[in-house]
């Protein structure tokens, strides 16, 4: 039988800007991460308008180490390029897991053709940490085209979207080092859906667009829910229109260290990393 979980906060992102071409919300950020475990970051960069450049603007080269990141394009067009070799673009639904892990250079822009075209750009970027045995594995990338997502009706008609995990039944094509869920679920007028997640798993709604409830609770666009981990389900609901994002996994109880680009277990280790980077031990973007 279905537990209904406990509201046990509801957050209003930021304003935030990355780079020279992403300008949008912050939800959540690795320092205060803690309340949102495995995730580490939730940046929700537009809708924003993209006025043509024949120089693509987004991310210079940087680097990463201990955990992951995921992009999520809905609207526009991006282009990834890292010290791996890995080269993708991603278009409207198209997904990017890239598990940094012991270290990686990488760069995120307009994709070209979009660059010069300009238009209207919507994604999304979650930080995903890794468990300290994980943190140091090869790197890893995955290209996952929104043709290999699979999309389902639910009871009432919410769409729902399902990246990573499993979730209604629907099994998301991300591999990931830990137990995760990855979603999106779009209502419309009238619609309410009882949502499920496994009873130890942290669970947490991010609000892409629109206005509802969960819980009977009001959410808007922006707006970030937590939960307890007290049962397995909440309700959303719209009178008009809803899109959120849907993030649950099991939390990583290890000592988190942050600084920058490095998310890792120890201060030590958070030097180590820098030192690697200098030392191009994490590799050369050409």
Do not use: C
């Not at 020279?20 to 690795?30: E, K, M, R, S, V």
């Not at 991603?90 to 010069?116: N, P």
């Not at 890794?130 to 009871?155: E, V």
């Not at 830990?178 to 947490?204: F, W």
């Amino acid at each position: 039988m279905a537990t209904q979980r406990t509201i046990s906060d509801i957050r209003t992102a930021t304003p935030n800007s990355v780079g020279d071409g992403f300008i949008g919300l912050n939800a959540f950020h690795p320092q205060g991460s803690r309340p949102f475990n495995p995730f580490l970051l939730l940046d929700h960069h537009g809708p924003m308008q993209v006025q043509p450049s024949d120089r693509p603007k987004g991310v210079d080269e940087h680097p990463h180490r201990g955990f992951e990141t995921v992009t999520i394009v809905y609207d526009g067009a991006l282009e990834h390029r890292d010290s791996a070799g890995n080269h993708g673009k991603l278009f409207a639904g198209d997904v990017q897991w890239m598990t940094a892990a012991s270290g990686i250079i990488h760069e995120e822009k307009h994709e070209r053709a979009f660059s010069q075209q300009g238009g209207k750009l919507d994604f999304v970027q979650l930080w995903v940490n890794l468990r300290a045995k994980d943190k140091m594995s090869p790197p890893r990338y995955q290209d996952i085209a929104s043709s290999r997502i699979p999309t389902g009706t639910l009871s009432n008609g919410g769409q729902l979207r399902v990246i990573a995990g499993e979730l209604a039944g629907l099994q998301g094509p991300a591999n990931t080092f830990s137990p995760i869920i990855v979603a999106d679920l779009t209502l419309t007028d009238g619609q309410a859906e009882p949502i499920t997640v496994p009873a130890n798993h942290s669970l947490m709604v991010y609000v892409l667009s629109g206005l509802g409830t969960i819980n009977g609770k009001p959410i808007e666009r922006g707006q970030v829910i937590l939960t307890e981990i007290d049962g397995d389900t909440v309700n959303l609901a719209t009178t008009s229109w809803m899109k959120v994002l849907i993030l649950a996994g099991e939390p990583i109880r290890e000592p988190l260290a942050v600084y920058g680009p490095f998310v890792m277990n120890t201060r030590e280790e958070i030097m180590e990393a820098f030192s690697d980077f200098q030392a191009g031990k994490m590799g050369v973007l050409n």
